[in-house]
């Protein structure tokens, strides 16, 4: 009988760069691997969810969000183009 769960993925072994992320985002990590253990018993860990996050970028994300920071814009109030490009008919 099984219960549906499902197993977390394994990361492969460690190659490539090394990042060192900024203590805020590692604190948002680990709150939303705190938030998964209380509602499912487990959470995959700040090392998967770094690289999921860092996975499921684009380049127009990427540049949404530098954008966004330099312009000092509400996250997440610029909405890019079916291209991904944020431009003056964004803001």
């Known amino acids: 009988m099984t219960t549906g ?16 992320l900024p203590p805020e985002l590692t604190a948002l990590l680990e709150e939303t691997d705190r938030h998964a253990r209380e509602r499912y018993g ?6 998967l969810l770094a690289h999921i996050c ?18 000092d814009i509400r996250r997440g109030s ?11 008919d964004c803001l």
Do not use: C, W
């Open 42 to 47: 487990e959470g995959p860990g700040v090392e």
């Open 54 to 71: 860092i996975a499921g970028m684009t380049p127009g994300l990427l540049l949404l969000a530098y954008e966004e920071s330099v312009l």
């Open 5 to 20: 769960t499902k197993v977390a993925p394994v990361l492969p072994p460690k190659q490539g760069a090394v990042i060192v």
């Open 78 to 88: 610029l909405r890019p183009n079916e291209e991904g490009i944020v431009d003056e």
